[in-house]
């Protein structure tokens, strides 16, 4: 059983930075694909990024794409990086993980994700 703790969360102005973090306990880390999604207020859920758990492949959702980047360190961390924030942007993310050992590609659909965080507010003012 896999535990996710999202931080890092914020108040920022358009264009600025925030760094997510989503720390993972209770399971074999490295062997979980690991993915970020995003819920506005009366929007549904979307698939943000994600990175498979050998660290060598990502995707990122088109609204994203050139400003986000999805990492993983060594531990039980993976990161979200989000540059040149937008108002658009604004949302509760949410980190998930899957176990990727025995499937192929990433997986950018939440309902292949087995885990979720509880989430962390992003806002971004103009």
């Known amino acids: 059983q896999v535990q996710l703790v999202e931080s890092g969360g914020g108040l920022v102005q358009a264009g600025s930075s925030l760094r997510l973090s989503c720390a993972a306990s209770?399971?074999?880390?490295?062997?979980?694909?690991m993915g970020w999604f995003r819920q506005a207020p009366g929007q549904e859920r979307e698939f943000v990024a994600a990175i498979r758990w050998t660290g060598g492949t990502t995707a990122y959702a088109d609204s994203v794409k050139g400003r986000f980047t999805i990492s993983r360190d060594n531990g039980k961390t993976a990161y979200l990086q989000m540059n040149n924030l937008e108002r658009a942007d604004t949302a509760v993310y949410y980190c998930?993980?899957?176990?990727?050992?025995?499937?192929?590609?990433?997986?950018?659909?939440?309902?292949?994700?087995?885990?979720w965080g509880q989430g962390t507010q992003v806002t971004v003012s103009s």
């Open positions: 209770g399971g074999s880390f490295s062997a979980h694909d």
């Open positions: 998930a993980a899957r176990r990727g050992v025995y499937t192929a590609g990433v997986a950018r659909s939440g309902t292949e994700y087995n885990y």
